[in-house]
């Protein structure tokens, strides 16, 4: 008899995950926890519950990080794009779905597969032994968390994120900023260059808290705020506590010099930190924030060289317990201390709706490989689906490593393509079309038994 498959956590990525195995011929036992243990955000007891809004964003599979997650998705035959397909609502070049009919269909048709059982239990162990996929999301339950930190010791399991807004390097404009280590500390020249400065006179300085303090904020959820604070104040409280304390805190200017204007000392310096493998993104250095993103977006492009930034995402401070998978997760999303374990899902620093599904759906196909004895790869890092897994994975800095969405900073660069603005579009193209094609390959690759 084929071995079963548990799954903890039967939101976007467990739901995928159990449906993709179970397609695969493996039984499922999917363990939800809802509705007999709630948590603050979720309302009813279906599974893949969507809990805030009711947009998987961009459905553009040629200009879109997302859009292309949903359409290696549709290739791959996941639940939760056919029925996000199927209750779509008008939202422009979005994916808007009507939300209770959603989780509602997704919920039946687990249900109703022959080879699928849902159970309404909280689990609070790591099992030692069998399959295992944890899928338990950014909420996941205080015991289970508590057991999960037992195991992988408490530093490397986060309960709340605090995102810095993170930019593509391409857009920082080098004219202005400058790549310098404050007291050029390191031993190599790469350590000694490993931050990006952006100079502000006083009058920049002056203008940005004026911002900061004017722009709109995000309240906290009620059940949410616990524990927020320690070591993580969003910049604008810093600010709100005095006009110079960021200059005193992560807008230091001490220990740096401007190569374009070396006679001239900056008021205050942003500094931009290397934040994954490729060099094509980076972090502003302790900018988390609960301003609204449009402010973010409005407030940071004051900063002298972001004028044309483009984020790969914006800051936040929000619950949510994730691993440090680059250190604790191998490319098969496996817990390298226990490895009858894999994690799927916000839990291991993917954010948002769809890069958990699409999570859910590797882990689900990688499981029900193993479980039949067969082979499997994760796709390579040229699709998007890859380029998260691997970032999360391994491509992450594991020392600064925060949730993140998907995005063309991850993905390997394209030969030959034109770089900046004006090639954008080309650029956006050339990565989806490599994508679509490595992604088809991959899928073709597995050759997989009868689907049921
Ligand atoms: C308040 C809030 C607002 C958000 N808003 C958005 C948004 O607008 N757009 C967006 O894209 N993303 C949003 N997110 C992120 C979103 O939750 C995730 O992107 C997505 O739902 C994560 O999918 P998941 O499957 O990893 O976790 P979830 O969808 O949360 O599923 C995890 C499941 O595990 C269950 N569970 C937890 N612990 C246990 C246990 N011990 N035993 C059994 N079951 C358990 C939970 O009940 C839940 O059903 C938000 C997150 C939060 C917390």
Aim: aromatic fraction near 8%; charged fraction near 25%.
């Amino acid at each position: 008899m084929t071995e079963t498959l548990h799954i903890v956590g039967g939101g976007m990525a467990g739901s995928e995950a159990a449906w993709q195995a179970a397609r695969l011929g493996i039984p499922v036992v999917i363990h939800e926890m809802r509705p007999r243990v709630g948590t603050f955000a979720h309302r009813t007891g279906n599974l893949a519950e969507m809990v805030c809004s009711n947009s998987f964003r961009s459905d553009d599979d040629e200009q879109n990080a997302v859009g292309l997650l949903h359409w290696e998705m549709r290739a791959a035959g996941g639940l939760i794009m056919e029925t996000a397909d199927c209750h779509r609502l008008p939202a422009g070049g979005a994916l808007a779905v009507d939300r209770d009919p959603f989780s509602e269909a997704v919920t039946a048709r687990l249900r109703d597969h022959p080879l699928i059982s849902v159970t309404d239990e909280e689990v609070t162990e790591l099992p030692s032994s069998g399959h295992w996929i944890v899928a338990t999301g950014p909420l996941t339950s205080s015991a289970l968390g508590a057991a999960i930190a037992a195991e992988t010791g408490a530093e490397a399991l986060a309960f709340f994120d605090a995102i810095a807004p993170i930019v593509h390097a391409e857009t920082i404009d080098m004219s202005v900023a400058w790549r310098q280590s404050r007291y050029d500390k390191g031993e190599t020249e790469e350590e000694r260059t490993a931050y990006i400065n952006c100079p502000m006179t006083k009058a920049d300085y002056e203008a940005f808290i004026d911002a900061l303090l004017a722009a709109d904020k995000t309240e906290f959820r009620e059940g949410e705020t616990a524990g927020y604070f320690d070591g993580c104040l969003p910049i604008e409280v810093m600010a709100e506590r005095g006009r110079e304390t960021l200059r005193h805190g992560p807008m230091k200017p001490i220990g740096l010099t401007n190569v374009h204007r070396p006679e001239e000392k900056a008021y205050a310096v942003v500094q931009l930190r290397r934040d994954n493998a490729l060099g094509s993104l980076y972090n502003i250095v302790g900018f988390q924030t609960k301003m609204k993103y449009g402010a973010q977006a409005q407030v940071f492009r004051m900063i002298p060289g972001l004028k044309d930034a483009a984020f790969a995402r914006l800051g936040g401070i929000h619950r949510n317990t994730f691993l440090n998978s680059p250190t604790l997760l191998d490319g098969q999303l496996r817990l390298r201390s226990r490895p009858n374990v894999r994690f799927a899902g916000q839990i291991t620093g993917v954010e948002g709706y769809v890069e958990s599904a699409a999570s859910g759906l590797l882990a689900g196909r990688l499981a029900a490989f193993e479980i039949l004895g067969r082979a499997l790869s994760a796709p390579p890092p040229t699709t998007a689906t890859g380029a998260l897994v691997t970032h999360v994975t391994g491509g992450a800095e594991a020392k600064t490593f925060q949730p993140m969405n998907v995005n063309f900073g991850l993905f390997p660069p394209l030969e030959d393509a034109r770089g900046g603005r004006r090639g954008r579009r080309e650029r956006y193209k050339g990565y989806t079309d490599r994508a679509k094609e490595d992604w088809q390959g991959w899928l073709t690759a597995q050759d997989a038994p009868a689907l049921v």
